[in-house]
């Protein structure tokens, strides 16, 4: 089975929804990276999911949802903290992990644990898509799991072709990482996952507190959000992250890494037959922070200090 890839028609748009509902998956367009979407209350659906990415078992799944009355309607406590933060950055690039309260979302998604991870996003193919088929859709990142977030649709066929079906191309994604996941903790706001929504964003709504990252495969650790136990975001190369000047490091070089192109930028040099790329880490602030948690995880927590402008 080769992979169709296809722009956003209305008939597109159906035949997508039709899959979705006879329990395939399917590559869609968001703001923030391309995702790999099943409907979110089917479990054979979200298994497929897991098999085409290779994706750990213990890795939860984020739940998009066309509106926040969709949300209302999955069984999540959402108290009134998570209500101002969704009539805020909804739809939008803000993920929040919520407590159960009713058994509606498959545990499949959430991996065992008793919350899920619920956004609306805000790309109007993504939108579209949700409310044609009328029910939320589980939308991890559409590549093989570990390696760099799609956010063009080549990017989806190189890792998914004759896995699925069809891709949906709505260009090229205009955010380029994926959402800010938050959870509370009484009347904070615990960033697991930073993204475009910054914490400099969130902190007029209360006390922002950043988790510390970690990476390994202990099986003691169960991830609350995606991309905060494994091996993240990493080309075929090794990934050496860099503190200081990166003067003379060689052709295979980030300097100066943006959020629409750093994933897109991994690819390419993968296609080059790089062994190594060096980036340069950003101010872990604002956007910034997002971007120094990408990279430090694609690299491992592999990082070269430069002291000065020689190498």
Known sequence: MKSIINSPTPAVIAEAASLLTNGEIVAIPTETVYGLA?????????????????????????????????????????????ARLA?????????????????????????GLNTVAVRVPAHPVALELIKA????????????????????????????????????????????????????????????????????????????????????????????SPGTKYKHYSPRAEVIAVEGDVAGLGEFVIANPETQTLFAKLREFDELGAKQVFIRLPEPCGIGLALYNRIIRAAEFNVLKVENEKF
């Open 38 to 82: 099943a409907n979110a209350l089917n479990p054979a659906a979200i298994e497929k999911i897991f098999v085409a990415k290779g994706r750990p078992r213990d890795n939860p799944l984020i739940v998009h949802a066309s509106d926040l009355e969709m949300v209302r309607g999955l069984g999540l406590e959402i108290h009134e903290l998570a």
């Open 133 to 224: 088929c009328g029910f939320p859709l589980a939308a991890p990142s559409a590549n093989i799991s570990g390696s760099p977030s799609p956010t063009k649709a080549a990017h989806v066929f190189a890792d998914m072709n004759g896995k699925i079906p069809l891709i949906i191309d709505g260009g090229d994604c205009s955010c380029g990482v994926e959402s800010t996941v938050i959870m509370f903790d009484e009347n904070k706001i615990k960033i697991l996952r930073p993204g475009a929504v910054t914490a400099e964003m969130l902190s007029e709504f209360g006390e922002v507190v950043v988790e510390g990252y970690h990476v390994g495969a202990d099986d003691s650790v169960r991830p609350l």
């Open 87 to 111: 009539e805020r950055f909804w739809a939008g690039a803000l993920t929040m992990v919520l407590r159960r309260v009713a058994d509606i979302i498959p545990s499949e998604i959430s991996c």
